[in-house]
């Protein structure tokens, strides 16, 4: 029988477990949030995001800017925010006006308040296992999410589709913390349902509609869908058939209601650890 990796629960209990540790801070955590491109999807992100902020008892910050915005302008603003004692966690939401320069302003970020674990510092801890660091909110959520259904990862054979810096390769850095044996593969690797045929567990984050089918996976497989796309009908749908995957595997995620509410709870748990972090 294929059990459903029901991200909302998993991201409810975390969220409520939050708002517990918040209502007993004299102080509440502050999550400033920039956006900086047209992208009705980041759009619809950041009020999200801004709207679980709230909810959790955060005190929530959004900079909007316009396609006329220049590197220096948010780069000056970055700069307060890193001086504010008011926020303690920095969101640059991604991808940028074409004409910005993310490399730049991500590097900006102070690294204790840089929320989403991409600068490159972070990195560098991440990926060297060196003493804390905010983890990357999409692959630190699938983690939980796994470990909140009893799956271990010890010893699994890991396929990773997608070699972002956002997704692809923390992901693949936190599987082999989990002394899984980890492979990357992306949308040009050939003869990838070879590849992934052999794996334990698939997590999928191309972005590419239904890419995973029924023939990419063996059967009792775990299946991680981090794909969200809309199709021509206003569905939205992900990088794995679920109709046809959800037949071989044991797990799997769906798309919505997986990996996105994961994706939201961590970045309120990051934005909490960095709070309890900046008073010590």
């Keep these: 029988m294929t059990i459903i990796l029901d991200g909302k629960k998993s991201a409810h209990l975390i969220i409520e477990n939050i708002k517990k540790k918040t209502a007993n801070l004299k102080e509440k955590p502050g999550l400033a949030v920039i956006l900086a491109n047209n992208n009705p999807a980041s759009r619809i992100y950041v ?3 801004e709207k679980k902020a709230k909810e959790v008892g955060f005190n929530s910050y959004v900079y909007k800017f316009d396609e006329n915005t220049g590197n220096e302008q948010i780069i000056e603003l970055i700069k307060k925010l890193n001086e504010d004692s008011k926020v303690q966690g920095i969101l640059v939401q991604l991808p940028l006006f074409s004409h910005l320069s993310e490399s730049k302003i991500i590097e900006s970020i102070d690294p204790k308040k840089d929320v989403d674990g991409f600068h490159p510092i972070n990195v560098g801890k991440l990926n060297l296992g060196l003493d804390f660091c905010p983890i990357p909110c999409t692959p630190k959520g699938i983690i939980r999410l ?3 259904y009893q799956i271990s990862l010890e010893g699994k ?3 990773v589709i997608g070699r972002s810096n956002i997704v692809g390769k923390p992901m693949a850095a936190l599987l082999l913390k989990e002394s899984a044996t980890v492979t990357i593969a992306h949308s040009k690797t050939k003869d990838l349902p070879i590849i992934t045929k052999k ?4 997590i999928s984050a191309t972005g590419i509609p239904h890419l995973i089918k029924e023939n990419f996976v063996q059967t009792g497989a775990i299946v991680v869908d981090v794909g969200i796309i809309k199709n021509k009908e206003g569905k ?4 794995v058939d679920f109709s046809e995957v959800s037949k071989k595997a ?3 995620t769906p798309t919505p209601g997986g990996v996105g509410p994961m994706t939201i709870a961590s970045l309120l748990d990051n934005t909490l650890e960095l709070y309890l972090r900046s008073l010590e």
Excluded: E, Q, R
């Design 47 to 49: 009020g999200t995001k």
């Design 146 to 148: 796994l470990k909140d």
């Design 236 to 239: 939205i749908i992900g990088d």
């Design 199 to 202: 794996a334990d567990i698939i």
């Design 250 to 252: 044991s797990y799997i």
């Design 157 to 159: 054979n890991a396929v």
